[in-house]
């Protein structure tokens, strides 16, 4: 897994941090990890800074001034990697809903099999989902399946945030434009990406739901999918 780096955005992430940064680089000697944290109050950045120095030239931290949304988190982190050339370019959660025992498997469906883009997919193979209310895991499978429709994608896990990137698809894709930072900004990647015609393979895994720290789930980031899907479908057309 060289040249492969994890891109993991946090706020408030101080009791998951240390664990899923050794959980990560126990998958490999080669992989790295970028930290891109919202400033936490929890003092998460500090405790990577600590950490950095059991990991040097690996674990990378880049802290923004206030927490402004997981869209811009990625972007400011696709940015940083583009920059310092890693071919794989990951994203995950921090809270152990991405098991990171996933990360090479996702990494061969790119590097051995030639995806573009490979995710981590919950519902490619029925609904693989622990540990969430029946409601909330009827508002994602459903909201998937809405974004299906409406986009045309062929994608069953449109809101997946597991997510390994080749180099190219970040440098095609014009990162300046992306307007979603929720749930949506999840969907507008794949959505970019699948109209730029990559390679797009979903890989079943199991998604865990958080047990230590608190979910960033609202009611406006529900919103903001559900209409900016509409919006960005019709931009599209237009485009065409």
Known sequence: MTDTIVIIPTYNEIENIEAIIKAVFSQSDDVHILIVDDNSPDLTGLKVKELQKEFPK?????????????????????????????????????????NPNDLVRLHDACHVQGADLAIGSRYVTGVNVVNWPMSRVLM???ASRYVRVITGMRIHDTTAGF?????????????NKIKFIGYAFQIEMKFKAYLKGFE??????IFTDRTLGESKLSSGIISEAIFGVISMKIKSLFKK
Request: hydrophobic letters at 40%; a positive charge; charged letters at 30%.
């Open 58 to 98: 690996r674990l990378f931290l880049e802290v923004r001034k206030e927490k402004s949304g997981l869209g811009t988190a990625y972007i400011h982190g696709f940015k940083w990697c583009l920059k310092n050339k890693y071919e794989y370019i990951f994203e995950m959660d921090a809270d152990f809903s991405h």
């Open 140 to 142: 994602s499978y459903f």
């Open 163 to 175: 997510v390994c990137y080749k180099r190219k698809v970040l440098e095609t894709i014009n990162l």
């Open 200 to 205: 797009i393979k979903e890989v079943p895994v």
